[in-house]
């Protein structure tokens, strides 16, 4: 049973360029939630999205970023013209629900560093 | 004032002896609590929910404490494989959204 998976796991890009993160959930599991994890510091959520829904992103930077579940293919997390505040390890993670309680589980992450 | 609060660390104790990390949570609306591993530059893994009456996963035993908002974690005769960063993770007011810690570093010394 293959777990959450995210590419790539490495992704270098110059300040100004877009960078996009791509997430596949867990079989069977239709809840898919960005986090980022900035140096030193803990995770913090950015973003809850179904299938073509996107549910809560409270914790999204209101530049820049965005994010996407379609109905096929992976979730995507697309940042515009990067700078380097945004280098950082971003975790994708799923759950089967979004009921309170069930726990969620997480991809390797993808680091981005902005040079 | 964080959401959720540990103590940093380091925490070095040797294999065998018992060790407890602590935390407080400032949400007392959250319904979920778990306990996540995270290895040195690796993502978080599930070890395990916490819920009031406690519970215990081999040796490790998880408390809540939802009077004082107060979430320990207890490892009996740690491995040096145990070594690692322990965060304390929080549900947030909707639910779904994790609130987590900055984590506890564990090394276990031989």
């Known amino acids: 049973n293959a777990g959450v998976m995210q590419n790539p796991r490495h992704l270098v890009r110059r300040r100004g360029q877009e960078a996009r993160l791509r997430c596949s959930p867990m079989?069977?599991?239709?809840?898919v939630y960005w986090y980022r994890q900035l140096p030193e510091e803990g995770l913090k959520f950015m973003v809850y999205?179904?299938?073509?829904?996107?549910?809560?992103e409270s914790g999204m930077p209101k530049e820049r970023f965005s994010a996407e579940f379609p109905k096929e293919g992976p979730s995507i997390l697309r940042i515009q013209q990067v700078v380097r505040g945004d280098s950082a390890a971003y975790f994708c993670a799923s759950s089967p629900s979004d009921r309170s309680g069930h726990e969620q589980y997480f991809g390797p992450g993808t680091r981005l560093t902005v040079t | 004032r964080k959401e959720v609060e540990q103590d940093p660390g380091p925490f070095n104790v040797p294999e065998g002896a018992t060790v407890a990390f602590n935390c407080t949570y400032s949400n007392s609306a959250s319904q979920s609590f778990f306990w996540y591993r995270q290895d040195c530059r690796k993502e978080p893994k599930l070890l395990m929910s916490?819920?009031?009456s406690g519970n215990e996963d081999g040796r490790f035993t998880a408390q809540l404490n939802r009077a004082s908002q107060y979430i320990s974690l207890l490892i009996r005769d740690p491995k040096l494989s145990d070594s690692a960063t322990y965060l304390c993770?929080?549900?947030?007011?909707?639910?779904?959204?994790?609130?987590f810690g900055k984590g506890t570093s564990l090394l276990v010394t031989p």
């Open positions: 993770v929080v549900s947030s007011d909707s639910g779904y959204a994790l609130n």
């Open positions: 916490v819920y009031s």
């Open positions: 079989k069977g599991h239709s809840h």
């Open positions: 999205l179904q299938k073509e829904n996107i549910i809560d």
